[in-house]
């Protein structure tokens, strides 16, 4: 669906009346700050129409508003501020999830998480070459599990062609699966880097997620997916380091930390090179001597870290890392 003139023309008057100034701060900011939280209430007031179609064809209404303030920035620096709202009055229980709401924008009030994947490249933008002329083409990729090609070469009238990895623009994602307390029903949040913060997030958070149902299909059929517009956390992170801040912070911890990771280079769990902690195998509290022990440390990436210690708390143990790698290791 393409937005009719008015549509785009009350987008682009919605934001110079209500979010200009926060715009133009995004906009000096850009890239550090790329994204802008909208009242639902404000857009209800300004143009119900417009408000009530957010929800009935959200992903039309978000790109055209992404592409109206591109329109009002004076200087054209064509950033890619990403659109979130908040204030929705469409909330629905996780419960009531059904295909009646499949591409609806909804909220889906205080849903608990079970399990999070790390973050995954994926293509944004995908370059394609055409086998016939070598003609680039680039084409927006919009699907979860699909790659969509050009139809036709408007050079050549080829319809071969090939994926260019490396001249294609990617963003990352990042699963998490939530249900709710006292039921067997899951559901795949797909969060992507340029709308959500999340690197925050760990086993049994509550979260309050705005965003909207879409299918998936696989070799059984169609399943239930969350493309997530915006997620609030209804109770703190865990905070793997808050105990003893003031010792971890000493030059002989740090010298520990440092020496486990350049000795181990990977993480334990995941094999992943990137991003790693220096664990406690037993635990950092109630095992004071053993705290600067090289002995006592192996590397796990920050995911895997988080994972471990929202699943088994700040006392580790062999026991449970033994646990912990057999279940979510990259040889399960």
């Keep these: 669906m393409i937005l009719s003139n008015n549509y785009m023309k009350s987008l682009e008057d919605f934001f110079k009346e209500n979010y200009k100034t926060e715009i133009f701060e995004i906009l000096e900011a850009y890239p550090d700050k790329n994204s802008l939280i909208i009242d639902y209430d404000k857009l209800e007031i300004f143009n119900p129409d417009l408000a009530d179609l957010l929800i009935e064809r959200p992903d039309d209404i978000i790109s055209g508003a992404e592409s109206a303030i591109k329109n009002i920035d004076p200087l054209a620096r064509d950033a890619n501020i990403s659109i979130k709202f908040k204030n929705l009055t469409h909330i629905i229980t996780f419960e009531q999830l059904d295909s009646s709401y499949v591409g609806s924008l909804v909220v889906l009030d205080d849903v608990v998480i079970v399990d999070v994947d790390k973050p995954e490249p994926v293509i944004d933008v995908a370059t394609f070459e055409c086998k016939g002329c070598l003609c680039l083409h680039e084409v927006e990729q919009s699907s979860i599990n699909n790659l969509f090609e050009p139809s036709l070469c408007g050079e050549c009238g080829g319809r071969s062609f090939r994926l260019l990895q490396n001249e294609s623009k990617f963003k990352e994602r990042q699963v998490i699966t939530v249900g709710v307390e006292g039921t067997s029903k899951r559901l795949n949040l797909v969060l992507y880097k340029k709308d959500c913060s999340y690197d925050k997030y760990y086993v049994g958070n509550h979260l309050s997620v705005t965003g909207v ?67 406690h195998i037993f635990g950092y509290k109630n095992n004071p001597s053993y705290r600067l022990n090289l002995e006592n440390g192996i590397a796990l990436c920050k995911w895997c870290h988080g994972k471990y210690h929202s699943y088994y708390g700040k006392d580790a143990n062999p026991k449970t890392l033994i646990e912990f790698i057999k279940r979510f290791g990259r040889c399960r």
Excluded at 240 to 245: A, G, M, P, V
Aim: charged share 25%; net charge negative.
């Design 213 to 279: 149902l879409k299918t998936l299909k696989t070799n059984d059929g169609f399943k239930y997916y969350f493309d997530c517009n915006n997620v609030v956390q209804l109770t703190s992170d865990v905070n793997i380091q808050e105990l003893d801040s003031s010792d971890r912070n000493s030059p002989e911890y740090k010298i520990w930390q440092k020496t486990i990771v350049d000795n181990d280079q990977v993480c334990a769990c995941c094999g992943g090179h990137k991003h790693l902690h220096a664990h």
